[in-house]
């Protein structure tokens, strides 16, 4: 089992920044790959980022290309979301996700694990 807990959600206004951390705990996470999803209200969840285990190849969804960087430290089990130039759009419940194995997936179905969500709010 692998449980992941995210922070760093919050009120911040457009054109602002934030870094969101996923922590893990539980088996060794580096054989894991992980990915970062989004809920907006009244809308489905959808893929934003993913990174294979080593942190080298990562993919990101088109809305935020630019903008977001996805990274990990093995040594600390945690992946990180840094987010740029945030839109209103971009308000969303964000979660991590983890599944074993070397891939870069954009399918919730995938993953195996995920944390319980971190509010993101972008002020206009």
């Known amino acids: 089992q692998v449980q992941l807990v995210e922070s760093g959600g919050g009120l911040v206004q457009v054109g602002g920044s934030l870094r969101l951390a996923c922590a893990a705990s539980g088996r060794s996470f580096s054989s894991y790959s992980t990915g970062w999803f989004r809920q907006a209200p009244g809308k489905e969840r959808e893929f934003v980022a993913a990174v294979m285990w080593g942190g080298g190849n990562t993919r990101y969804a088109d809305s935020v290309k630019g903008r977001f960087t996805i990274s990990r430290d093995n040594a600390k089990d945690t992946v990180y979301l840094q987010m740029n130039s945030l839109k209103p759009e971009d308000t969303a419940v964000y979660y991590c996700?983890?599944?074993?194995?070397?891939?870069?997936?954009?399918?919730?179905?995938?993953?195996?694990?995920w944390g319980q969500g971190t509010q993101v709010t972008v002020s206009s």
């Open positions: 996700a983890a599944a074993p194995g070397f891939g870069l997936w954009s399918k919730e179905g995938v993953y195996n694990y």
